[in-house]
């Protein structure tokens, strides 16, 4: 008589009640969790936690230092990127005591046969 339009599967969980007396809402998402899970569910567990160590700011001095590092590193590195970027400063970046030197050569021997029909070449020396 009834019985069987009643729903067997709901899940009833107990109200619970902290120390202070104030209700445990993270009753519901602790539910088919292990008691050793960490569950974070008040919106406090995402402050950091300081553990009664004061952050205070760095003196004038420190942040002096730190700028003029910060601004010599990406000066070395703006640098090294401008000067690789120079079309005839690219043999000098890689090494090489002197810019290479471009000679015209004109082989002795003209015609279609010959050197795929160019009549002149430009050699890097």
């Known amino acids: 008589m009834g019985l069987e339009d009643r729903d067997t599967n709901t899940k009833v969980i107990a109200m619970q009640v902290d120390s202070h007396g104030k209700v445990k809402y993270d009753a519901l998402v602790r539910q088919g969790h292990g008691k050793d899970r960490i569950i974070y569910s008040k919106p406090?567990?995402?402050?950091?936690?300081?553990?009664?160590?004061?952050?205070e700011k760095p003196d004038e001095e420190a942040v002096k230092k730190t700028t003029e590092d910060t601004r010599n590193a990406l000066e070395k590195?703006?640098?090294?990127?401008?000067?690789?970027?120079?079309?005839?400063?690219?043999?000098i970046a890689n090494g090489q005591k002197e810019p290479p030197k471009y000679v015209r050569y004109t082989p002795s021997q003209q015609g279609v046969a010959y050197?795929?029909?160019a009549k002149q070449r430009i050699i890097r020396w």
């Open 44 to 55: 406090t567990d995402l402050l950091p936690k300081t553990d009664g160590v004061e952050l």
């Open 77 to 91: 590195l703006i640098n090294a990127k401008i000067s690789a970027a120079l079309p005839n400063k690219v043999a």
């Open 115 to 117: 050197n795929s029909g």
